[in-house]
């Protein structure tokens, strides 16, 4: 019995839309990366996964916070499209940040979720 070798890619604590904290004062560009640094991190991930034909992507722990409005879950809910484009799942552990139907916002695109 032979075993298929597979890629994943693991990635965990995005915590997407979330600015950077600490940085001190920025201006300009510096500011618009330190806002946007997450994001810009989790599509460098979602395109790691399309360029090494990964079989799926795990995210753990506190990759959406739902506090911080519904951009992360669009962008979490585009990313779960272009990555099954390419047949590449994704499975999420949610952690103290991430609502408990984290799952669920990824599979209907809603929220809150449909009983």
């Known amino acids: 019995m032979s075993l298929s070798p597979f890629r994943f890619v693991h990635a965990t604590n ?8 600490g940085i001190g004062n ?8 330190a806002e946007d640094a997450t994001n810009l991190a989790f599509s460098q ?11 799926f992507l795990l995210l753990t722990g506190n990759t959406i916070d739902m506090t911080h409005g519904h951009r992360a879950r669009m962008l979490l809910e585009q990313a779960c499209e272009r990555l099954a484009e390419h047949h590449c799942d994704v499975f999420i552990m949610p952690g103290e940040s991430d ?16 009983s």
């Open 14 to 21: 995005v915590r997407l839309d979330q600015p950077m904290w």
């Open 99 to 114: 609502p408990a139907h984290a799952l669920s916002l990824v599979r209907t695109g809603t929220y809150p979720p449909q």
């Open 45 to 55: 991930i979602v395109e790691t996964c399309v360029e090494h034909d990964a079989a």
């Open 26 to 33: 920025v201006d300009g560009e510096a500011r618009r990366l």
